[in-house]
């Protein structure tokens, strides 16, 4: 059993004493992330001659990354497929062409502010701005959080906009990544959309639970089983390795509370962007419980061209897979532009 809390020594109300608080154990490691470019190359072994573009990357989008997250990594190799996802680069400091802030439209997408309403049927809620880990090639790396995601107490105009639209039957929370807020704000929020009827599905879309998967706690398990909702998590997940005992762990008690389980990879060049990688990936994906559900195409978002794939090398990609992999293990190639109903099969 893995540890959920750890207990904090507070000063208490009265002078010279003290008192005990529970901290759930992610909350203290989330605050524990590096966040310094120094201390990144430290803990991986790679020198000096890293850190110069580091920061200059790092100015541009924060570096962050979890220290269970980097335990992963390879010593001394700085084209490991985990570090090349966290690690800042010089190249993000070009501009590229055709590259944007806004690469899916977000923006243009905002029925009201906090929720986006792209397809029929699903409406997303950017629950908040926070992350866990700061990936690279993160299409809202430029999302103007501050306008878009309201504060706790103004969620009633997102409800009321999602009550007025009986069409409206899953909510998906995002963000940021909505695992890096409390259970207690959670369940409230989840509470409010309960009373909505016309409402039967909820869906989180996060990595937290790959980065920190101490995050799936007693919890988060309570409040997952008691809500009316069946409920989808899809997970991000980009190499077989970012799969340890913990993540195996942290998968078999969300199957357990009865969550469907599916994962969303971005195809990225120099971490998963060969067949083997990629097959792996699916393999171990369903080892663990979790169905292979989309390969997306990089997001256009400005920053990140150095890791963009080709449509042609793409799509050769996934015909190797095909003969490797049953149907079943075999994700949906797809990307996701402006103003379309749905994502684009690239197949």
Request: contains cysteine.
């Amino acid at each position: 059993m893995r540890r959920t809390h750890l207990l904090i020594s507070e000063r208490a109300m009265i002078p010279n004493t003290s008192e005990l608080r529970q901290v759930p154990t992610w909350q203290s490691q989330l605050a524990r992330a590096i966040n310094d470019p120094v201390e990144l190359l430290a803990a991986v072994g790679l020198g000096e001659e890293w850190l110069p573009a580091a920061r200059a990357a790092a100015r541009l989008f924060p570096l962050r990354v979890p220290r269970e997250f980097v335990a992963r990594m390879r010593q001394g190799d700085p084209h490991d497929p985990l570090l090349r996802q966290v690690l800042p680069l010089a190249e993000e400091c070009l501009t590229a062409a055709g590259f944007e802030a806004d690469p899916v439209g977000d923006l243009a997408a905002m029925a009201v502010p906090g929720v986006l309403h792209k397809y029929q049927g699903r409406v997303l809620l950017t629950v908040t701005g926070a992350c866990a880990v700061h990936c690279r090639y993160c299409f809202r790396r430029h999302f103007p959080y501050a306008d878009a995601n309201p504060a706790a107490d103004q969620w009633r105009t997102a409800l009321e906009y999602i009550a007025g639209d009986n069409s409206i039957t899953e909510i998906i929370l995002s963000g940021g990544d909505p695992l890096t807020q409390s259970d207690r704000r959670l369940s409230q929020l989840v509470r409010s959309l309960e009373s909505i009827p016309h409402l039967r599905r909820l869906r989180l879309h996060t990595r937290v639970p790959i980065v920190l998967p101490d995050r799936v706690n007693e919890e988060m398990l309570a409040w997952i089983r008691c809500t009316r909702f069946k409920t989808v998590i899809v997970l991000h997940i980009n190499h077989a390795r970012e799969i340890d005992h913990s993540v195996r762990s942290m998968a078999k008690a969300l199957k357990a509370a009865g969550v469907e389980l599916l994962n969303q990879s971005v195809l990225l060049r120099g971490v998963n962007d060969s067949p083997e990688t990629l097959a792996s990936l699916s393999e171990q994906l369903f080892e663990v419980g979790v169905l292979p559900y989309y390969l997306h195409m990089l997001d256009r978002v400005q920053g990140a061209a150095h890791f963009e794939v080709t449509d042609s090398v793409a799509k050769s990609l996934m015909r190797e897979l095909s003969k490797r992999l049953p149907g079943y293990l075999v994700p949906r190639l797809v990307r996701e532009l402006p103003g379309m109903p749905g994502k684009i099969s690239v197949m």
